[in-house]
Each structure stands twice: as C-alpha cells, then as structure tokens.
C-alpha cells in the first residue's frame, strides 16, 4: 500500500483509430462500462468470426479495472460513456498533478 494508505489505481483508455488502422479495415474489439465499483472492459477475440454484437463469453474476456475510459467514439453506443481528454484529466490527472506538486 503506497504512503497515505491509497493504492495504486489502474486505468486504461481506448483511443480512436489512426489512418494506418483505418486503411488496413481494423475493427474495434473493445467495449467499456462503468460499474458501481470501478469499470469493466471487455476484450473480444479479433480472430473470431464477427457478429453483429460482441457480447458472448466465447467472444470476450473481460476485466475490472478502476478506470476505464472510452474515446473511441462519442456516438456509437453499447461500448461506454464517451471520456474526453478533460475528463480523463479530472477524474485523474488533477490529483496526480497536485500530488507531485505536494512532494508525494
């Protein structure tokens, strides 16, 4: 447990397509919720045959995580609320800064 009894947080963020991931006709395989303790993320097999939704066991494994931030899309829905780079900022970034500038 770090100093100040918190410990560490994990929080991961799924970024929209570059050109490169476009051209090549990449798919996304990530899709995101919120929970009433931390988030989930669910990571789908891009090797399996792709259905119309990815919401099967045999298609994804998922994980709990503290954070899991969405900018993927702001409108397509069933894979998470939308996380802008002010949000990420605020529900992390701010501490932290004001943490290293505290010394901790």
Do not use: H
Request: glycine share 8%.
């Amino acid at each position: 447990m770090a100093e100040g009894g918190e410990a560490v947080q994990v929080a991961v963020r799924v970024r929209g397509f570059n050109q490169r991931e476009i051209d090549a006709g990449a798919t996304r395989i990530i899709r995101m919720e919120d929970c009433d303790q931390g988030s989930k993320t669910w990571v789908a097999d891009p090797t399996y045959e792709k259905s119309e939704t990815l919401k099967s066991k045999d298609e994804e494994r998922d994980f709990k995580l503290d954070y899991s931030f969405q900018s993927f899309s702001e409108t397509e829905e069933g894979i998470g609320p939308w996380a802008s780079q002010d949000t990420v900022y605020n529900v992390l970034g701010a501490k932290c800064l004001a943490n290293c500038m505290e010394g901790k």
